[in-house]
């Protein structure tokens, strides 16, 4: 069957940020599957999603399986408060330490490795995935955002403007895509519903926001980014490739199968 609108198994994220999204609709429902990014980005990776918000760093590693659904995404220049992290160590003390990383997204993790690597020049970190005993945490998304108003941890880094401060460029933190074997006339009709979706203000119940974050909060945070994506964004996600592909970070799907969750 030729998939229609109407029948694409679609992919979002379940994050405060992509909330402008949320408000596509068409005539029938799709089949949404509201998953974190790493999820999502393994579903892609196995060609059970035919349009999705991936993560940037699976937006780019599925290249060959999916295109980019118009200019749409989620980028900022700067600080976003929702990529954090959070350290018992001053960060210019980082060398040798444990680091938990967050289960819900290679993007950040990936971009993680860049920073310490290249501008926190910390060797020897170690990575785990539970914090206890820790000497920093990655946070991202929902969490992220509680935690910057609620941790006790006394150092931090905000990873969006840490990578804007090195490069001088914004960072691409997700992209819509289709896949390619979807028909043209179906991905037109996907991106306009989108389209339409930002061009509301998106709704903001107080009791789906993250904890300590008021409706207020919620619309300041959401005015950081850029939704529809401009050559500076372009440029953006174009040398983060750049430094995945440096850092051997980038192809990782098929290492995650044949070695686990590692990357």
């Known amino acids: 069957m030729i998939p229609t609108v109407e029948t694409l198994r679609v992919g979002r994220l379940p994050f405060l940020n992509a909330r402008p999204f949320h408000g596509a609709c068409w005539t029938a ?9 790493r999820h999502l980005g393994a579903l892609a990776a196995h060609g ?9 760093r699976d937006a780019l590693a599925l290249g060959g399986l999916y295109r980019p659904l118009d200019e749409l995404g989620i980028a900022c220049h700067g600080a976003v408060s929702s990529v954090l992290l959070l350290s018992r160590r001053p960060l210019d003390s980082l060398a040798g330490a444990t680091i938990a990383l967050t289960t819900q997204s290679r993007t950040s993790r990936g971009l993680l490795r860049i ?4 501008t926190l020049r ?13 000497d920093a945490r990655l946070l991202i998304g929902d969490a992220a955002l509680a935690a910057e108003k609620t941790s006790r941890w006394p150092h931090r880094l905000d990873l969006g403007a840490a990578w804007s401060d090195w490069t001088g460029l914004p960072f691409v933190y ?4 289709v896949r390619r074997d979807v028909p043209l006339a179906a991905a037109r009709q996907l991106a306009a519903s989108l389209r339409t979706s ?11 926001l993250p904890a300590g974050i008021s409706s ?12 529809r994506l401009g050559p500076a964004d372009a440029a953006g996600l174009e040398r983060f490739r750049e430094e995945l592909r440096r850092h ?7 290492r995650q199968r044949a070695q686990g969750s590692a990357a």
């Open 48 to 56: 059970a999603l035919d349009a999705a918000l991936l993560a940037s």
């Open 248 to 254: 051997d970070l980038l192809d990782h799907h098929s």
């Open 174 to 177: 997700a992209r819509w895509v």
């Open 198 to 208: 930002l061009s509301a203000a998106p709704e903001l119940p107080p009791q789906t």
């Open 115 to 118: 920073l310490l690597a290249e």
């Open 122 to 134: 910390a060797p020897g970190v170690r990575f785990c995935e539970r914090a206890l005993g820790a």
């Open 29 to 37: 429902e799709p089949r949404w599957v509201i998953a974190s990014p």
């Open 216 to 227: 207020r909060d919620a619309t300041r945070y959401l005015e950081r980014f850029r939704y």
